[in-house]
């Protein structure tokens, strides 16, 4: 099994070190991974100025983002991997957070590209790193591993998959979950540096969750359980397109006939 292995925190993040244990033991891995933290730069790619891969110990580095890392592998480095892994990310890419997650952003890209994908992410603390390990080897080789039953992974998508910052023990089990919708206080802070020029930083902490449902991936992290969410890059809302044609048809073809 040949595996490509990306992430956004860059080569020296813990979860990617964990990630590469958890498929040690599995084939033939090849990491790409940013030469510094990429967080938040959703399916950024770099298409102003020249793109530099280094080869280091781990694997490679490059001077792009999550996505660049991807089409750097499948088409500068021409890897034709079984599987594309992204992650594992310092923190949750839960609910609408995955518009902004260079995690999210490079396994959809692996999918565009033709190569099955997932994202993995690890809610909170890296002290529970090896509860993310013994997870995602767990979901990922033993019985019914998901690489092992390629039809388990959405052709057109992937599987996003959330693991709770808590002890092995206290993982209550897995849920297949949709995208909830998260909120942050105070998400923009206006500060003054010392010329007393006002600048912002960007921030903010996730308002109180208020929603029940057991099926939303941030409910189901939130009590415990492992949130695996199938995802799609077809934004459309097919459920509109019917109705819209009625309109714009209706209104087009009224002053057509005047």
């Known amino acids: ?15 990617l070190g ?4 958890s498929t040690a033991k599995h084939g033939q891995t090849t990491i790409i991974a940013p030469h510094q933290e990429r967080s938040g730069m959703s399916h950024a790619i770099t298409v102003n ?4 891969l280094t080869q280091v110990k ?10 660049d890392c991807v089409k750097m592998g499948l088409l500068g480095l021409k890897l034709q991997p079984d599987f594309v892994l992204s992650g594992i990310n310092g923190g949750a890419n839960l609910g609408t957070d995955v518009l902004y997650s260079g995690t999210v952003s490079a ?14 992410s690890l809610c909170g603390s890296s002290c529970f790193l090896e509860t993310a390990t013994h997870y995602v080897s767990q979901l990922l080789f033993e019985k019914p591993g998901i690489l092992f039953q390629p039809d388990l992974i959405p052709k057109d998508g992937i599987l996003n998959i959330n693991i709770p910052a808590l002890p092995i023990q206290e993982i209550k089990g897995l ?12 998400i923009l802070e206006e500060r003054v540096d010392p010329r007393g020029v006002s600048y912002y ?7 109180f969750l208020e929603a ?12 415990g359980y492992i949130s695996v969410t199938p995802l799609q890059f077809d934004l459309t809302n097919h459920g509109e397109i019917e109705r819209l044609k009625g309109v714009f048809q209706t209104e087009y073809s009224t002053k057509e006939k005047k």
């Open 1 to 15: 099994m040949k595996l490509l292995v990306v992430n956004d925190d860059g080569i020296h993040a813990p979860g």
């Open 212 to 223: 029940e449902e057991k099926d939303i991936d941030l409910v189901a992290v939130e009590q």
């Open 18 to 21: 964990a990630l590469l244990e």
């Open 175 to 186: 849920r297949i979950t949709r995208l909830g919708v998260r909120k942050y206080k105070e």
């Open 58 to 67: 781990q694997g490679y580095v490059l001077d792009g983002t999550p996505a």
């Open 201 to 207: 930083w960007m921030g903010g902490r996730p308002a």
């Open 49 to 52: 100025r020249p793109l530099r």
């Open 107 to 120: 396994a959809l890209e692996a999918v565009l590209l033709g190569v099955p994908a997932l994202a993995f």
